[in-house]
């Protein structure tokens, strides 16, 4: 099976309330445990590829990794290339063999937006074979790889804006700013509350706003960003051996998996899988100080990886079963 674009993976979703994983990816202990985990769950899985894993690893050797998962698992697998500057970056993605790219343009005026994704479109559409294309309205706070915009400066999408945003540029799915955030940092203390036990609760999503722009877009795949819970079992593990996560705190997966039921085909998972990844590195490093092969300890990593990803899909994305 070769790679796939996100249309018919989408339009299931969409009539199936399930919501397809976006995991990002960087290096082959990851890709293996993502894609390990959604082979026995059955379920699709898309791999995306930040700037920064671009600069880290080079796509060809991503792209190879990718290819090399799908003949693994035989599953229906989309290479993704996620938050695209510009047009040459998407551009060199599509001449590369990714089969679906976001271009990332929200932080422009809305005619200017338009323009450029309309031309990633044209480009990407032209091409054989086709190629899908993600855009964005709103920004989101937070920091990942090359995208950071201050807490304070985010804006949430207007749903008044979005039928005319995709009638003009003919994405194939719309990225919408209802709250979530990048990093692991994604709320600041003084925007949560704290339960009886002290834990920081984030302000809820804006349902409101998904579900206004649903009405205006019907049938239409909505993509969440920002969108990691930041497991605190990963957190205590992680500080429990040497390190130093204060107050990181993530999106609750019940809203997530509340959203998927609706509109929203793919939620943009990154900063749970970097935290379970340390989370075994370090804690192999306390229990073993000899080791020094690195199979070993980021194998340990790998695994916390897989058992997060199947999570994710069974228990958030309500993709089992699905590929």
Do not use: W
Not at 167 to 186: N, Q
């Amino acid at each position: 099976m070769p790679l796939v674009n996100t249309k018919e993976m989408f339009e299931k979703a969409y009539n199936g309330g399930y919501a397809i994983g976006a995991f990002n990816c960087n290096n082959m202990e990851i890709v293996q445990a993502i894609t390990e985990a959604a082979k026995e769950c059955n379920s699709p899985v898309i791999l995306q590829v930040s700037a920064g894993a671009r600069k880290y690893a080079k796509p060809v050797y991503l792209k190879k990794m990718v290819e090399a998962a799908v003949e693994d698992t035989g599953l229906p697998i989309v290479l993704h290339l996620d938050h695209g500057a510009d047009f040459e970056m998407c551009k060199d993605c599509i001449d590369g063999g990714f089969t679906s790219v976001m271009i990332d343009a929200s932080s422009k005026p809305f005619e200017e937006n338009i323009e450029i994704t309309r031309k990633v479109v044209e480009y990407a559409h032209a091409h054989k074979p086709y190629v899908t294309v993600e855009a964005e309205l709103g920004t989101l706070a937070g920091i990942e790889d090359d995208v950071k915009v201050e807490h304070g400066s985010e804006s949430y999408t207007k749903p008044e804006d979005v039928e005319e945003f995709v009638r003009r540029t003919g994405c194939d799915s719309l990225a919408i700013a209802i709250g979530t955030s990048h990093g692991a940092y994604k709320f600041k203390p003084e925007q949560c509350t704290r339960d009886e036990n002290g834990v920081l609760c984030p302000p809820p999503l804006r349902f409101d706003i998904l579900e206004e722009v649903s009405k205006r877009l019907p049938g239409f795949p909505i993509v969440l960003h920002g969108s990691s819970s930041v497991n605190q079992e990963y957190v205590k593990i992680i500080n429990d051996n040497g390190g130093d996560l204060k107050d990181a705190v993530g999106v609750p997966e019940k809203q997530l998996r509340q959203a998927a039921k609706l509109a929203v085909c793919k939620i943009n998972i990154d900063s749970d899988l970097r935290l379970a990844m340390t989370a075994g590195i370090r804690e192999h490093f306390n229990a073993h100080p000899e080791h020094f092969d690195p199979r070993q300890y980021v194998g340990d990593g790998r695994k916390y990886v897989k058992e997060l990803v199947k999570h994710k899909i069974t228990e958030v994305l309500g993709s089992v079963d699905k590929a």
